[in-house]
């Protein structure tokens, strides 16, 4: 009886993709009505706000044969899918909050219909850091065949601006195109310096520990100024058929940083002649 009521639901979808039936897609493949497998490139998106992730992860699921969730491991209290159709029953959130290796084997790298070639998921390098939650970190580190792409912002200046004006205004994303008018920002300089060094530790810490998986670095920097190159190459990467993708999101300010930077010009001088002093230049 239910196989049957979930045959007649299916029936009435076009393509199991549309976003308008997820969970009856998901229903459907656990119970085998729609033909499914495991065997699709496993991967995440590594590295930490206001990177470009966001960016990256909707060029991805653009793409008809990707599957990139969210920051499944962002908080315990929720599970950040990050796409329509996934539960967030309290068998879900207990196996999520108590067994996160089980939960990414049983529920991210799930079953899925075999027109999808790659799933992976967003992690930052803080996420996954209570004892819960280590285990998370030493798995992904044994799959010698998931492959990492990790995100990178050069400039973290820009990064540490972003995720400021981000928090004052409580706007995460742009999803409309349009250039977001801003007042200044006065920073603190030895939060600038503590972001920038701790940024570069976090890089490099990251990058060792994955340094024996098939690895590609994107910077967001070039995804900005050329996302259809960036992403010809990311989807080679993964193993997928080359398709032009478009964004899902926006860069939220356009401002120099000379504008956005209530005291740019201070900052400028005391990171002159350090290691940092070309997140200044424009």
Not at 18 to 40: C, F, K, W
Not at 49 to 64: I, M, Y
Not at 114 to 137: C, E, L, M, N, T
Not at 159 to 178: I, P, Q
Request: net charge positive.
């Amino acid at each position: 009886m239910f196989r049957q009521m979930v045959r007649r639901g299916i029936a009435q979808v076009s393509h199991w993709r549309h976003m308008s039936y997820p969970m009856l897609r998901n229903l459907a493949t656990e119970v085998g009505l729609i033909g499914s497998h495991r065997d699709y490139t496993r991967f995440i998106i590594l590295g930490r706000s206001r990177s470009g992730s966001n960016f990256l992860r909707g060029l991805l699921n653009a793409h008809p044969q990707i599957v990139a969730f969210g920051e499944i491991f962002q908080t315990p209290d929720e599970i950040a899918w990050g796409l329509t159709g996934y539960g967030q029953s309290r068998y879900l959130r207990t196996l999520h909050r108590e067994d996160p290796v089980r939960f990414l084997e049983s529920q991210v790298y799930r079953r899925f219909p075999r027109s999808v070639a790659a799933v992976g998921f967003k992690i930052f390098y803080y996420h996954a850091q209570h004892d819960g939650w280590r285990p998370v970190w030493r798995y992904l580190a044994e799959q010698k065949d998931l492959r990492v792409i990790h995100i990178r912002r050069e400039n973290i200046l820009r990064t540490h601006l972003s995720r400021k004006r981000a928090m004052l205004t409580d706007t995460w994303v742009n999803v409309t195109g349009e250039p977001m008018t801003q007042p200044p920002v006065t920073l603190d300089y030895r939060e600038c310096l503590e972001d920038f060094v701790t940024t570069r530790a976090w890089e490099l810490r990251y990058d060792e520990l994955f340094a024996d998986h098939p690895k590609i670095t994107v910077r967001y920097e070039d995804l900005d100024t050329d996302y259809a190159g960036e992403m010809a190459r990311v989807q080679e990467f993964l193993g997928v058929s080359p398709q032009p993708v478009r964004p899902e999101t926006y860069k939220q300010s356009t401002q120099p940083l000379s504008q956005a930077i209530a005291n740019y010009a201070e900052l400028r001088a005391r990171f002159q002649g350090t290691e940092w002093e070309s997140f200044f230049e424009e």
